[in-house]
């Protein structure tokens, strides 16, 4: 399969341009994102200390909204093209639902309807016990419209948002069922099964993107014909990173996030973006731009997750600590107090421990280079690398000493995934 599968009429193509340079800095726009996030400073922006904190605290309360419930209008898409809604009402019943990773928002369950659940008089095999779901904007990263016809609910329209891959639940209800916990990668969801369950696909693009597996997307395949899926990142722990994406494309978060709400989510609005000879518009309005300043803020506001208490031996991390500044030369790219030197430099394909690997994600990017990833709540995400070829911590420290000859003792390579697991 080489074929880019388009589920957007609209795409047109330009010829390479100039190469946009990569990291261009603007002071400007850093200084303007150092006041807005930081209250600290907002004095030292104008205005008070007050009013920027309060202004800022609405940006990310807006952000939140729209991370959680937007969906840009890409209904043009998961409706008109792909015709999901047809599916889900026909045959996603809820435990289906669940088996590929789709999440229930326990907060948005009235007291009858988690009693329901619990005692088992509400049916989780039924179809329409999804659409009820649905029509209390409980289910994470859909958002649907449901209207009732003859005392009957019927889902409308479907789209997706931000937070079906980049949110997941505590399971604190029941497993796929609690409170959000919003910039955690959803390495339960299957996407690729998900869009597989459309009826308006062929078979050779089912078969495609049920390759893709649990946990994994490729962001990249509708654009230039070829697969090979990468995990889904987490959305939180970037504040002060200005180098987004697994291979750096972009110096901040709205960047990215155009291109996913428009090129991925079937979003209406534009994205350009030479480098991959990429000028796509979906639609004749834009619902894209005037959101990506709240979205942003609202990633940059989520901390990585610390570790759980007694999840890492202590002795050993603190040894651990010495081998990642010493020996094993981790420090050297994983620099600073966000572990790594994105701000200053991607690294050439052969950096990353996932590499050789065919086709090379690298490759398919803008820059054709890696970032190092920032390691603060790694603990939280497994699997590792960017295409999820390592399955542990441990499973990257062997990697690394295999691939780097670093020589490591056994001990030593304990003690350096025990600090890993500790950040
Ligand atoms: C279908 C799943 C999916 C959806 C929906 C999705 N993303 Fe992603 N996201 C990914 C994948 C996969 C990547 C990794 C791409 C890469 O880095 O090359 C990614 C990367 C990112 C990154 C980069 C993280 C980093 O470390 O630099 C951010 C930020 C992000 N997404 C935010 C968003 C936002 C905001 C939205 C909604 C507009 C969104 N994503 C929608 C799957 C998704
Ligand atoms: C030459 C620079 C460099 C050095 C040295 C280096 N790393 Fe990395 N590290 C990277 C890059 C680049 C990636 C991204 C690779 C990918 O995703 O394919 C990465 C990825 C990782 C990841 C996966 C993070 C994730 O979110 O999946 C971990 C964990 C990690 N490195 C730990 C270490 C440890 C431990 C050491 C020392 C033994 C080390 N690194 C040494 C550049 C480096």
Same mark, same amino acid.
């Given at each position: 399969?080489?074929?880019?599968?388009?589920?957007?009429?609209?795409?047109?193509?330009?010829?390479?341009?100039?190469?946009?340079?990569?990291?261009?800095?603007?002071? /400007?726009?850093?200084?303007?994102?150092?006041?807005?996030?930081?209250?600290?400073?907002?004095? /030292?922006?104008?205005?008070?200390?007050?009013?920027?904190?309060?202004?800022?605290?609405?940006?990310?309360?807006?952000?939140?909204?729209?991370?959680?419930?937007?969906?840009?209008?890409?209904?043009?898409?998961?409706?008109?093209?792909?015709?999901?809604?047809?599916?889900?009402?026909?045959?996603?019943?809820?435990?289906?639902?669940?088996?590929? &990773?789709?999440?229930?928002?326990?907060?948005?369950?009235? /007291?009858?309807?988690?009693?329901?659940?619990?005692?088992?008089?509400? @049916?989780?095999?039924?179809?329409?016990?999804?659409?009820?779901?649905?029509?209390?904007?409980?289910?994470?990263?859909?958002?649907?419209?449901?209207?009732?016809?003859?005392?009957?609910?019927?889902?409308?329209?479907?789209?997706?948002?931000?937070?079906?891959?980049?949110?997941?639940?505590?399971?604190?209800?029941?497993?796929?069922?609690?409170?959000?916990?919003?910039?955690?990668?959803?390495?339960?969801?299957?996407?690729?099964?998900?869009?597989?369950?459309?009826?308006?696909?062929?078979?050779?693009?089912?078969?495609?993107?049920?390759?893709?597996?649990?946990?994994?997307?490729?962001?990249?395949?509708?654009?230039?014909?070829?697969?090979?899926?990468?995990? $889904?990142?987490?959305?939180?722990?970037?504040?002060? $990173?200005?180098?987004?994406?697994?291979?750096?494309?972009?110096?901040?978060?709205?960047?990215?996030?155009?291109?996913?709400?428009?090129?991925?989510?079937?979003?209406?609005?534009?994205?350009?973006?030479?480098?991959?000879?990429?000028?796509?518009?979906?639609?004749?309005? @834009?619902?894209?731009?005037?959101?990506?300043?709240?979205?942003?803020?609202?990633?940059?506001?989520?901390?990585?997750?610390?570790?759980?208490?007694?999840?890492?031996?202590?002795? &050993?991390?603190?040894?651990?600590?010495?081998?990642?500044?010493?020996?094993?030369?981790?420090?050297?790219?994983?620099?600073?107090?966000?572990?790594?030197?994105?701000?200053?430099?991607?690294?050439?394909?052969?950096?990353?421990?996932?590499?050789?690997?065919?086709?090379?994600?690298?490759?398919?990017?803008?820059?054709?280079?890696?970032?190092?990833?920032?390691?603060?709540?790694?603990?939280?995400?497994?699997?590792?690398?960017? @295409? &999820?070829?390592?399955?542990?911590?441990?499973?990257?420290?062997?990697?690394?000493?295999?691939?780097?000859?670093?020589?490591?003792?056994?001990?030593?390579?304990? @003690?350096?995934?025990?600090?890993?697991?500790?950040?």
């Amino acid at each position: 399969m080489n074929k880019p599968i388009s589920l957007t009429p609209r795409r047109t193509r330009v010829p390479a341009m100039h190469l946009a340079p990569h990291r261009a800095t603007i002071p /400007a726009l850093r200084l303007l994102g150092t006041c807005a996030v930081t209250a600290v400073l907002a004095t /030292a922006c104008g205005g008070s200390a007050d009013d920027t904190t309060a202004d800022q605290a609405a940006l990310v309360e807006q952000g939140r909204q729209i991370f959680r419930y937007e969906t840009f209008g890409d209904e043009a898409r998961w409706t008109d093209a792909l015709r999901m809604h047809e599916v889900i009402s026909a045959a996603v019943d809820p435990v289906t639902a669940l088996s590929v &990773g789709l999440k229930v928002d326990a907060q948005a369950l009235p /007291a009858a309807v988690a009693d329901g659940i619990r005692d088992g008089s509400i @049916d989780l095999t039924r179809p329409a016990t999804t659409v009820a779901l649905l029509k209390l904007d409980a289910v994470v990263g859909l958002k649907a419209e449901v209207e009732t016809v003859n005392g009957q609910d019927v889902l409308k329209r479907v789209g997706i948002t931000c937070a079906l891959c980049h949110s997941t639940v505590d399971d604190s209800f029941a497993p796929g069922i609690g409170n959000r916990l919003d910039g955690w990668p959803n390495r339960d969801l299957d996407p690729g099964a998900i869009m597989a369950l459309s009826p308006a696909l062929d078979a050779a693009a089912r078969q495609l993107f049920n390759s893709w597996g649990k946990g994994k997307f490729d962001p990249r395949q509708n654009i230039d014909g070829l697969s090979k899926p990468v995990v $889904i990142p987490p959305a939180y722990g970037l504040q002060g $990173i200005h180098s987004v994406t697994f291979t750096g494309d972009g110096h901040e978060l709205a960047y990215w996030n155009r291109y996913v709400a428009v090129a991925e989510m079937g979003g209406l609005g534009t994205v350009v973006e030479p480098r991959l000879n990429l000028n796509l518009t979906n639609g004749t309005e @834009d619902r894209v731009s005037s959101r990506l300043p709240a979205l942003q803020a609202y990633q940059l506001s989520l901390a990585a997750p610390a570790a759980p208490a007694g999840s890492f031996d202590a002795a &050993g991390a603190a040894r651990g600590r010495l081998v990642f500044e010493g020996v094993g030369g981790c420090a050297t790219c994983h620099s600073g107090p966000l572990f790594t030197d994105a701000n200053t430099r991607l690294h050439p394909p052969g950096d990353s421990m996932a590499e050789p690997e065919s086709p090379s994600y690298a490759a398919r990017s803008a820059t054709k280079q890696y970032r190092t990833p920032p390691l603060k709540g790694v603990w939280q995400h497994a699997p590792y690398f960017h @295409d &999820g070829s390592a399955a542990s911590l441990i499973d990257v420290v062997r990697t690394y000493d295999r691939k780097r000859n670093l020589g490591l003792t056994p001990q030593q390579v304990t @003690d350096l995934s025990e600090y890993l697991k500790s950040l």
